[in-house]
């Protein structure tokens, strides 16, 4: 399929709408990272932090979706195709499409959603005092994955070697790298990073952890992951290696557990900001949103199915308990 095509093919039902319905409405351009199915859960928080503020779309408002799946090369262009259509508000989900979104425009506000510091990659200039048209939701995620590390060492307390997951293209893949490793150090941990950006590099990754006799992995926040979310899962459960994911819906797809921020609780804050802008607020004025609720979810099917023991400390300090 050509990438005209592609782009498209994006495009969310507001296209269908009638030509004076549309010019009566504000149209927010939503782009993501990800993937429709990956995040389905979260753009319906969106739509719902959006509806709770007045806003209910094909009622006062139209978004038009574009997904870059994982490819971040294609967001300059989403973005570029989205401005032409003259949106009245950018919503960036994710940090490649924040990213993107900043450099694509500095007149339409953006919303974003990130869990990376948006001080440090740019996004605004404080937390704060934004300034210019940028403003969003930080999900944070400092530590996410020491504490992923520290879990999987609890629940494989012998583990001789945890292999780690990370996407070099992601932009803060590096910090992840180094968080890793400082965490294990901290824990005695022996640790072996293995970069996948593609999904050939995906199966490729997973067969080198059964040949490196792996005894858990950690897979590394990131939108590319969480867009192959499926593939993963299946992987895991192929090669019968334990893991440990960023999101609830890896665990809700038969992954053994998942620690994170709590993206719906963030995309949701996200669909009040897009409110508050479409009735004249000014980015530069609203401070950018700190949300901190995590969430730990295990599925013990999944952990009998490994022949693993589940210990009552962990099953008391999980916010969610899969059976």
Same mark, same amino acid.
């Given at each position: 399929?050509?990438?005209?095509?592609?782009?498209?093919?994006?495009?969310?039902? =507001?296209?269908?709408?009638?030509?004076?319905?549309?010019?009566?409405?504000?149209?927010?351009?939503?782009? /993501?990272?990800?993937?429709?199915?990956?995040?389905?859960?979260?753009?319906?928080?969106?739509?719902?932090?959006?509806?709770?503020?007045?806003?209910?779309?094909?009622? /006062?408002?139209?978004?038009?979706?574009?997904?870059?799946?994982?490819?971040?090369?294609?967001?300059?262009? !989403?973005?570029?195709?989205?401005?032409?259509?003259?949106?009245?508000?950018?919503?960036?989900?994710?940090?490649? =499409?924040?990213?993107?979104?900043?450099?694509?425009?500095?007149?339409?506000?953006?919303?974003?959603?990130?869990?990376?510091?948006?001080?440090?990659?740019?996004?605004?200039?404080?937390?704060?005092?934004?300034?210019?048209?940028?403003?969003?939701?930080?999900?944070?995620?400092?530590?996410?994955?020491?504490?992923?590390?520290?879990?999987?060492?609890?629940?494989?307390? /012998?583990?001789?070697?945890?292999?780690?997951?990370?996407?070099?293209?992601?932009?803060?893949?590096?910090?992840?790298?180094?968080?890793?490793?400082?965490? =294990?150090?901290?824990?005695?941990?022996?640790?072996?990073?293995? /970069?996948?950006?593609?999904?050939?590099?995906?199966?490729?990754?997973?067969?080198?952890?059964?040949?490196?006799?792996?005894?858990?992995?950690?897979?590394?926040?990131?939108?590319?992951?969480?867009?192959?979310?499926?593939?993963?899962?299946?992987?895991?459960?192929?090669?019968?290696?334990?893991?440990?994911?960023?999101?609830?819906?890896?665990?809700?797809?038969?992954? !053994?557990?998942?620690?994170?921020?709590?993206?719906?609780?963030?995309?949701?804050?996200?669909?009040?900001?897009?409110?508050?802008?479409?009735?004249?607020?000014?980015?530069?004025? !609203?401070?950018?949103?700190?949300?901190?609720?995590?969430?730990?979810?295990?599925?013990?099917?999944?952990?009998?199915?490994?022949?693993?023991?589940?210990?009552?400390?962990?099953?008391?300090?999980?916010?969610?308990?899969?059976?």
């Amino acid at each position: 399929m050509k990438r005209r095509e592609f782009i498209g093919l994006l495009g969310s039902a =507001a296209a269908l709408w009638p030509i004076h319905a549309r010019a009566q409405m504000p149209v927010v351009g939503f782009v /993501n990272s990800s993937s429709a199915q990956a995040q389905a859960v979260v753009v319906a928080a969106y739509r719902r932090g959006l509806e709770e503020s007045g806003f209910i779309e094909g009622k /006062n408002v139209l978004i038009e979706s574009r997904w870059a799946n994982g490819q971040y090369n294609l967001l300059p262009e !989403l973005l570029g195709d989205l401005i032409k259509r003259e949106v009245a508000v950018i919503m960036a989900g994710g940090p490649p =499409a924040a990213i993107a979104a900043k450099k694509a425009t500095s007149t339409i506000p953006v919303v974003f959603t990130s869990g990376d510091d948006p001080v440090q990659t740019g996004l605004v200039s404080s937390i704060n005092r934004p300034g210019g048209n940028v403003t969003g939701v930080y999900i944070f995620f400092s530590d996410v994955e020491t504490k992923k590390l520290g879990l999987l060492r609890e629940l494989v307390p /012998n583990a001789a070697l945890i292999t780690t997951l990370v996407n070099p293209t992601f932009p803060t893949a590096n910090n992840q790298t180094q968080e890793l490793h400082k965490a =294990a150090d901290k824990l005695g941990q022996r640790i072996q990073i293995i /970069n996948a950006s593609s999904e050939p590099e995906i199966d490729s990754a997973f067969a080198s952890m059964k040949q490196l006799q792996a005894s858990a992995v950690l897979v590394a926040a990131d939108p590319f992951f969480a867009s192959r979310r499926d593939r993963i899962v299946s992987l895991a459960t192929k090669y019968a290696i334990p893991a440990v994911y960023e999101q609830r819906a890896f665990a809700a797809a038969g992954g !053994l557990m998942s620690y994170g921020t709590n993206l719906p609780e963030g995309y949701r804050q996200a669909g009040i900001y897009t409110a508050r802008i479409l009735k004249g607020e000014k980015p530069a004025d !609203l401070p950018v949103v700190l949300s901190n609720k995590f969430e730990f979810v295990i599925n013990l099917k999944v952990a009998k199915a490994l022949g693993l023991t589940v210990s009552a400390n962990l099953i008391s300090t999980a916010d969610e308990v899969l059976e």
